[in-house]
């Protein structure tokens, strides 16, 4: 599968589209949805009648703001593990939200400071929050406005949001403030009244994470397949050979010997566990 640096095309104005074909050298290159954040994709490499799926990132939740996880039968399956160990089994994002709403109707007086990862978390939240039914303005810490805007310019209706920087006067009172996690404990947060903090990501499912984090209120809202459906995935994909990495390596290499797959761990150099996953 070797190809010369010369006989590639030059792709850097050519963004390719799901679904799309590219040759680079003898290998068809595509790409298919990770289900993970807007824009995020598997890739796909075809060579000689062999296929090659390298997953990146990815989920097998519904999410309104990007394409839906789509499995591709391959030879060889390159996966994610982040959260591969059996004791991830992520609740409904619906409950998860419903829990931060009965805490405004707890705590009426209170601002709700969430901490969220500024790509895909963030946007995220805001439309579980909207498919919940809440259709009040959403405020937001500076450090999220560029990605907001970035994914209401690709069409996702993120409904009534604005910056807490613009707010003149406003108690914010019984309001959900969206923010990075290190804001929750930063001078910025001060200015809010009996403020409670949440956090929305995976691991908040671990407890000492979420005292790490300071997060009164956890939130277990996360952007990768849990364990249930990382292994369900290894089925759906069909593939012989299977290839994990970022994360719990050894328990899905496990499971997929268990089974029958010829697995084994592929460890990235640089691959570390990230913030609000």
Known sequence: MRTRFQDMPDTRQQPLKYGETVRIGDV?????PAGHI???????????GQRIVVSGDYKRRPDATCPPFEPVPCDVFITEATF???????????????????????????THLVGVYALGKCQRVITLLR?????????????????????QDHGIDLGDIALV?????????????????????DRWSRRFNEPIAAMASGWMSVRARARQRGAELPLI???????????????DVGAPKVWVTHGREEALVHYARSIGIDA???HLSGR??????
Do not use: N
């Open 28 to 32: 068809d290159v595509s790409l298919v």
């Open 272 to 277: 570390e566990e990230e913030e609000g996953e």
């Open 84 to 110: 591969a160990l059996p004791v991830f089994h992520h609740p409904s994002d619906a409950g998860e939200i419903g829990k931060l709403l009965q805490s405004l109707k707890t705590f009426p007086e209170s």
């Open 264 to 266: 084994e761990a592929l």
């Open 131 to 151: 498919a919940a039914g809440y259709d009040k303005r959403i405020w937001l810490h500076g450090g999220l406005a560029a990605l907001c805007k970035l994914y």
């Open 165 to 185: 920087s613009d707010a003149i006067l406003e108690p914010f009172k019984g309001a959900i403030v969206l923010c990075p996690p290190s804001a929750i404990a």
């Open 221 to 235: 809202i996360s952007d990768h397949a849990d364990w249930s459906e990382l292994t369900q995935t290894l089925k």
């Open 38 to 48: 807007l824009g995020s994709a598997q890739t796909v490499l075809e060579y000689r």
